[in-house]
């Protein structure tokens, strides 16, 4: 085997050291950025707290009861969807899929895994 400028070698080590030094350079990257660690802890606002949970003395009154995020569907508003939805189904062309040959097929498909498997282990027992 030759050892020279296109050696097999050489062709293997040039994408390894790619990668290494572009991951070197992302490491420096991460180092250089203008972020502190003060950064990342929270800071009292000017009432002495850091805008977490309070303790106001008081139970909260949870028989409030909530608002919904969004106006709910009407009866009248749900029959012309469905009815919308169904018509363009049917100006599909859907149709129900046959299954009647579908039993067959499963019980071929058992039928052909199991073969496949009792090969398979005559083969690792190198039969």
Do not use: W
């Not at 972020?35 to 002495?48: L, M, T, Y």
């Amino acid at each position: 085997m030759k050892s020279g400028a296109g050696s097999e070698a050489d062709r293997r080590v040039g994408p390894i050291a790619a990668i290494a030094v572009l991951a070197s350079l992302m490491l420096l990257g991460g180092c250089a950025s203008d972020f502190a660690i003060e950064d990342a802890v929270p800071h009292p606002a000017a009432n002495g707290t850091y805008g977490g949970p309070r303790d106001t003395g008081q139970y909260p009154n949870l028989n409030i009861r909530q608002k919904g995020a969004t106006a709910q569907l009407t009866d009248a508003e749900v029959a012309a969807k469905t009815k919308e939805l169904d018509s363009a189904k049917a100006s599909l062309g859907a149709e129900p899929v046959d299954t009647s040959g579908a039993d067959v097929d499963v019980a071929r498909m058992r039928q052909v895994g199991k073969e496949h498997n009792e090969q398979v282990l005559k083969e690792i027992e190198g039969q």
